[in-house]
């Protein structure tokens, strides 16, 4: 065999096994954030502790599950409105939020905003006097 021939196997080889190291992190990568993302639906902690604020929050008829995520994320009552969604589809409440206005508190876990939002603490929101 030429000292050409040689190198380029080399070469070849050296490229390949590149690959599939970059192929085996890659995936090793994509799974601890897939099992970190799965973790944090069944265990996201409230986004503070002790007494926290509290945020009003109004639910509409017309609102999807992507929407009430949207407005409790924008208000600071979660952090991730798509581990929102998926925590409302895999919980007893989902398709069970009732429209209305909710005082919602960022001391608050999602199950605990999806129990009072499914219509269990509903109030009207208070007028400017």
């Not at 992190?25 to 996201?44: K, N």
């Not at 989902?94 to 960022?106: A, E, F, Q, R």
């Given at each position: 065999?030429?000292?050409?021939?040689?190198?380029?196997?080399?070469?070849?080889?050296?490229?390949?096994a590149?690959?599939?190291?970059?192929?085996?992190?890659?995936?090793?990568?994509?799974g601890?954030?897939?099992?970190?993302?799965?973790?944090?639906?069944?265990?996201?902690?409230?986004?503070?502790?002790?007494?926290?604020?509290?945020?009003?929050?109004?639910?509409?008829?017309?609102?999807?599950?992507?929407?009430?995520?949207?407005?409790?994320?924008?208000?600071?009552?979660?952090?991730?409105?798509?581990?929102?969604?998926?925590?409302?589809?895999?919980?007893?409440?989902?398709?069970?939020?009732?429209?209305?206005?909710?005082?919602?508190?960022?001391?608050?876990?999602?199950?605990?905003?999806?129990?009072?939002?499914?219509?269990?603490?509903?109030?009207?929101?208070?007028?400017?006097?």
């Amino acid at each position: 065999m030429s000292a050409s021939k040689i190198v380029m196997r080399l070469v070849s080889i050296s490229f390949s096994a590149l690959v599939f190291i970059l192929t085996v992190y890659g995936l090793y990568q994509l799974g601890l954030h897939a099992y970190d993302y799965g973790y944090r639906i069944f265990t996201e902690p409230a986004v503070t502790t002790g007494e926290g604020s509290d945020k009003l929050v109004q639910v509409k008829k017309s609102m999807s599950d992507t929407d009430i995520g949207q407005i409790l994320e924008e208000k600071g009552l979660i952090r991730d409105k798509w581990l929102f969604v998926f925590q409302l589809k895999l919980s007893q409440y989902s398709g069970k939020l009732v429209p209305g206005y909710y005082t919602l508190n960022t001391s608050m876990t999602a199950q605990e905003m999806m129990q009072v939002m499914s219509g269990e603490e509903a109030e009207e929101p208070e007028e400017d006097k």
